[in-house]
């Protein structure tokens, strides 16, 4: 998912990701008199990392025509965080802030100063100017906050976040900006003159000035940012909070879980308390998991499994705070509940028709669902000594939650496998370095890019595991850097997440490129910023008897991949003049859609065949093998849509109307049993999991995003690349039709296009149905 910038857009400040950076870093195409370095051995080879680290001096790539020479030695030369070079300390991040704090103040004396015709026409690109200025500090503090393992570059990131967040909420209510761009957005002679990106951008800003209450007396604007500001933290206090359990242990009477069945190994490993009635079942890492898939009493399964999917009641208190506080400000800004205020401007337009798409979506999986669960159904029954369920009567009432991983391994253990090269796990085909070659040779076979190692400077990185990847155009040269921190570590977030540090956009016509610390250059000559991604994951590495260590990927983690570089790659090619419309700057409700068309190819077996390669021999994966476990992936598929659909759910439950009406007896965990019971598919009335949820900050009133996005990919997919994953033709339509663009153009035109169905162009509620649930997520 895109982790991002949890912030949503206002003043188009908050839009994901932006940067400042000199570049100052080495291509490594080729090493000097030395054979090409291979991506492969990059992300599976890590004493090969280590030496090219390690190497001197490297021969400059002829596609980076902006960086310094590389003739000067790699171990000379120390820079800050993603060649910053204010970044080399947290005190140099202290600093940074408060340059560009002085700089946006500057930005903001010469907007309302200039009153001139050529200030008017400029005034825009000053705003998008003002909206980097900021935001490039916010979104690499939010970056920091959650990536960083030094604790003082963290307080710094904190205290510079807050200053800055503040500054910008200020901004956003400040009424002679919105007046300045009201009228010039009104006179028919200046939007001749102007772009046609330059009046969008300037249409987003004035609709996140009057989101913000602009006109309002400036007591209810000073509420605003009072507001804002306040859900920022107690949004970040929750998100730190959300993978924080209940307690770190429970009690499980001895002589329970000794007569439930556990393997003799596994109960062996759990500690007894003092007196020895009672086991301790840890609520973290992966023993509660075995226990739940091992043990066959199942009052102490829901006893774990409750445990596991449990907060403390502080962390209740916060998401309580933060649903007030925004239906707060939802009602001081004249809406309704916080999810219509935050639903203007997106592809679904109101709280109604998000309603009606996922309730559309839960009638349509329902009843696959409880095909799905029948077979546990039947197996739980058979363990109570009762008559299996016929067709498909009590399906629902009979599975709970906790009976899923049990009877699941139970089902598993009694299919045969008799073909023996199904004992073989199928990560052993697919190291994270042949993965992410075969990702490559894809991406230049549909897109025309490549991702080419590159050697990070000293302090460039905040961890020595992070690889960096340049990603080449073949016909513009470097175009983007992404920086890959993938191994997991004591300490880092297990949540894979896509962070844009820095948009693409063009220099600023009155701009040093100076400011600007990584550039690159387009066809035309044109100088730009290049985009600086930061992907992370938490994958595992094993050591085998060779001494080896290697990173070998399950499908879910390809799958993973492939989503967070369907994030990465719109930020490389949607590369506008402009920031607040470049790559992932769209809709929410779109911005998920090129992610999970990368899902789709990460699935099909031509893509995977021709990237599998094993650890060990080299070869390639069978086809039945593939298919085999393609299909085991396909296990209970209806059962994690109806999920998410309930998630959904709970997201515009905890945004409505009711809650401006009960803000005095606000009981969210009240709210999220009843609609557990009233949803029904493995009902969950015991735990209070919504404090667990911490997409509840970071996509607040938009989650069905995730959903709706999926029903378009499918779409997508099916028109351009079923028949052909590889096809150039089709990936260029795909690129020139929607990724380009951004968020520049109306995403229901970027849909029609790419579909060839000009009707959904209006975007109204037969282009919702169209898009519909006709077909299987």
């Known amino acids: 998912m895109i982790y991002t910038n949890v912030l949503r857009r206002q003043f188009g400040l908050l839009s994901k990701g932006r940067g400042l950076i000199h570049n100052r870093s080495f291509t490594t195409s080729k090493l000097r008199n030395h054979e090409p370095v291979s991506l492969k051995k990059v992300f599976d080879d890590d004493v090969y990392w280590r030496n090219l680290r390690s190497t001197p001096k490297l021969l400059n790539s002829k596609n980076e025509s902006f960086l310094n020479s590389a003739s000067d030695p790699v171990t000379t030369k120390n820079t800050g965080l993603f060649n910053n070079p204010y970044l080399k300390t947290p005190e140099g991040l202290l600093t940074f802030s408060k340059a560009s704090l002085w700089k946006a103040n500057e930005l903001v004396k010469i907007m309302k100063n200039d009153n001139t015709k050529q200030g008017l026409l400029k005034y825009i690109v000053r705003l998008d100017q003002l909206s980097d200025t900021l935001c490039r500090v916010i979104d690499l ?40 761009l009201k009228t010039l957005l009104h006179d028919n002679e200046i939007l001749s003159k102007l772009s046609e990106e330059e009046i969008k951008v300037g249409r987003i800003l004035l609709e996140d000035f009057e989101k913000s209450g602009i006109y309002m007396n400036p007591r209810i604007r000073e509420q605003f940012i009072e507001l804002s500001q306040e859900i920022s933290l107690i949004g970040q206090d929750f998100i730190n909070n959300a993978n924080q359990p209940k307690t770190n242990y429970i009690k499980v009477n001895a002589s329970k879980l000794e007569s439930a069945g556990l393997n003799r190994l596994l109960l062996n490993s759990l500690k007894k308390d003092a007196i020895r009635e009672n086991y301790k079942i840890p609520t973290y890492g992966p023993t509660p998991y075995a226990v739940l898939k091992d043990c066959k009493n199942e ?37 309704e509940s916080f999810s219509q205020y935050q639903l203007k401007g997106k592809l679904a337009k109101a709280p109604k028709d998000v309603k009606n798409f996922i309730e559309t979506l839960i009638k349509y999986v329902r009843p696959n669902t409880e095909k799905e669960l029948k077979f546990i159904a039947d197996l739980k029954r058979e363990d109570q000594g009762k008559i299996n369920c016929g067709e498909m009567d009590g399906v629902l009432s009979t599975v709970r939650p906790w009976d899923r991983d049990y009877y699941s391994s139970i089902y598993f253990k009694g299919k045969e496998k008799t073909e023996h090269e199904f004992t073989e796990p199928l990560s052993s085909y697919f190291t994270l370095g042949g993965v992410f070659e075969g990702l490559s040779d894809l991406l230049t076979q549909i897109y025309g890019i490549k991702l080419e190692p590159a050697i990070p400077v000293s302090g460039e990185t905040w961890f020595n595991d992070v690889r960096k990847i340049n990603v080449i155009s073949e016909e513009e040269g470097i175009i983007g850097i992404i920086y890959f921190d993938l191994f997991e570590r004591y300490g880092k977030t297990s949540n894979p997440a896509h962070f844009t540090v820095c948009c693409s956009r063009e220099m600023y016509p009155e701009e040093n490129a100076d400011s600007i610390i990584q550039l690159g250059s387009k066809k035309d000559g044109t100088i730009f910023q290049l985009p600086i991604i930061s992907l992370v994951c938490n994958f595992s590495r094993r050591t085998f008897q060779s001494d080896k260590t290697i990173c070998l990927l399950t499908l879910s983690e390809i799958e993973t991949l492939f989503h967070e570089m369907g994030h990465a790659i719109h930020s490389m090619l949607g590369r506008t003049t402009l920031q607040n419309v470049s790559g992932t700057r769209c809709a929410t409700d779109f911005v998920e859609l090129p992610s999970i068309l990368m899902e789709h190819f990460a699935s099909d077996t031509r893509v995977l065949k021709k990237m599998s390669c094993h650890y060990e021999t080299g070869e390639k994966i069978a086809e039945k093998k593939l298919q085999f476990h393609l299909k085991e992936g396909e296990f209970l598929r209806s059962c994690e ?18 809650i401006i009406h009960n803000l005095d007896n606000l009981n969210v965990v009240e709210i999220y049993q009843n609609l557990e019971r009233r949803l029904q598919v493995l009902v ?25 996005d999926r029903a378009i990919a499918r779409k997508v997919w099916n028109h351009l690349f079923a028949n052909d994953p590889f096809n150039k033709t089709n990936g260029e339509k795909f690129k020139e039709s929607l990724l380009k663009w951004g968020g520049s153009k109306d995403p229901w035109q970027c849909i029609a296009d790419v579909l060839d169905e000009p009707k959904l162009s209006k975007g109204d509620a037969e282009a919702m149905k169209y898009i519909g649930f006709t077909e299987q997520l």
């Open 299 to 335: 009052e102490v399964r829901a006893d774990i499994w409750t445990a596991l999917h449990s907060c403390s009641s502080e962390q209740i208190l916060r998401l309580s705070h933060l649903v007030k506080l925004r239906a707060m400000l939802a009602n001081l800004m004249g809406a």
């Open 641 to 658: 849509t109806f999920s998410q659909a309930k998630m959904a759910m709970l997201d515009q439950e905890l945004h409505s109307d009711k």
């Open 141 to 180: 503090c939010e970056f920091i906050r959650s990536v960083h393992p030094d604790k003082e570059f963290l307080s710094a990131a904190q205290q510079c976040h807050e200053e800055m967040f503040e500054f910008m909420n200020t901004l956003n209510t400040d009424v002679e900006l919105c007046d300045k």
């Open 684 to 708: 969950d009335d015991r735990s209070n999991w919504c404090g667990k949820f911490g997409h509840l900050f970071g996509y607040g009133a938009t989650y069905y995003s995730y959903l709706f």
